[in-house]
C-alpha cells in the first residue's frame, strides 16, 4: 500500500489524457488538422497524452442521419466533440438548414462532452469572416451550451498585417500547410489557454512565421467569451 501523499504525488505526475472526435470536412481531413492539434497540445510541457478520431461528412445537416456518427459522438470518452462544415451560401444570397448540426452539437453536450463548432477561414479575396460566424450563430443558440472556435478571426488578423501571407492552396478555398497549422494553433489556445507554449512546428512552415502565427491565433481566441482551458 502506497499513503496518501504518494498516491496523490503520483495523480499530480500521471499524463493527462485529452480525447478528442473531429468531424468534418475536407477542411478538417486536408493536412490532418487533428494530428496538428495533437501535435501542438502534446509539446507544451504539459506532458499531456492526446487521442484523436476523425469522421468525415460533408455537411454537418446531414450528420444526424448517420447512425455510425450518432453512435460515434454519443461515447463517453471525448473530452471534446469539434464539429465542422456547416451549409453556407458560397453566394452569401441564401440560407440553408443547420438544424442537424445543432442536433449533433447536443448529443456531444449530452454524452458530458464539450461541443466546439469550428468556424472555417473566409476564401481568398472574399471577406466573409463576419458572414462565417452568422451561419454558426444560430446553430449555437440552438444548442445551448456549444461553443465557437473562431479560426476565420485569425486568418484576418494574419492578412491584415500581411496581405500576402500564404493561406490557401491554389483553389482559394482550401488552406495551406500553413493556414492548417494557423488553424491548428487556433485551437490549441482555445483549449489549452496562452499560459505555455508548444514547441512543435508542422514540417515545411518556415520558422520564421511560426510567431506571426501564434500572435494571430491569440488574437483569435481573445474575441471569443471566456471559456474553460486546461490546467
Avoid at 456549444?146 to 486568418?155: K, R
Avoid at 492578412?159 to 500547410?177: E, I, M, T, V
Wanted: one cysteine or more.
Amino acid at each position: 500500500m502506497i499513503g496518501l501523499a504518494a498516491a496523490a504525488m503520483l495523480m499530480a505526475t500521471a499524463p493527462q489524457q485529452l480525447h478528442i472526435l473531429f468531424i468534418g470536412n475536407s477542411h478538417t481531413e486536408r493536412n490532418n488538422l487533428p494530428n496538428m492539434v495533437a501535435s501542438l497540445l502534446e509539446s507544451d510541457g504539459s506532458h499531456r497524452k492526446v487521442e484523436t478520431f476523425s469522421i468525415f461528412i460533408e455537411f454537418l445537416a446531414d450528420g444526424y442521419n448517420s447512425e455510425a456518427i450518432k453512435k460515434a459522438i454519443v461515447l463517453p470518452k471525448w473530452d471534446l466533440v469539434v464539429l465542422q462544415a456547416a451549409k453556407a451560401s458560397s453566394s452569401h444570397k441564401f440560407t440553408y438548414n443547420n438544424d442537424g448540426a445543432a442536433a449533433l452539437a447536443r448529443m456531444a453536450l449530452n454524452a458530458k462532452s464539450r461541443a466546439l463548432f469550428f468556424v472555417e477561414w473566409p476564401r481568398r479575396g472574399w471577406d466573409e469572416s463576419e458572414f462565417q460566424m452568422g451561419v454558426y450563430k444560430p446553430i449555437q443558440s440552438a444548442s445551448k451550451g456549444s461553443e465557437l472556435v473562431p479560426v476565420c478571426y485569425a486568418w484576418d488578423s494574419i492578412l491584415k498585417r500581411d496581405p500576402n501571407f500564404d493561406l490557401w492552396d491554389p483553389d482559394g478555398n482550401h488552406a495551406s500547410l500553413t493556414g492548417t497549422f494557423l488553424a491548428s494553433y487556433v485551437f490549441y489556445y482555445y483549449i489549452a489557454g496562452e499560459n505555455h507554449t508548444p514547441t512543435w512546428v508542422a514540417p515545411g512552415v518556415p520558422a520564421s512565421q511560426v510567431g506571426m502565427i501564434r500572435a494571430a491565433a491569440k488574437a483569435a481566441v481573445d474575441r471569443t467569451p471566456k471559456h474553460p482551458v486546461l490546467k
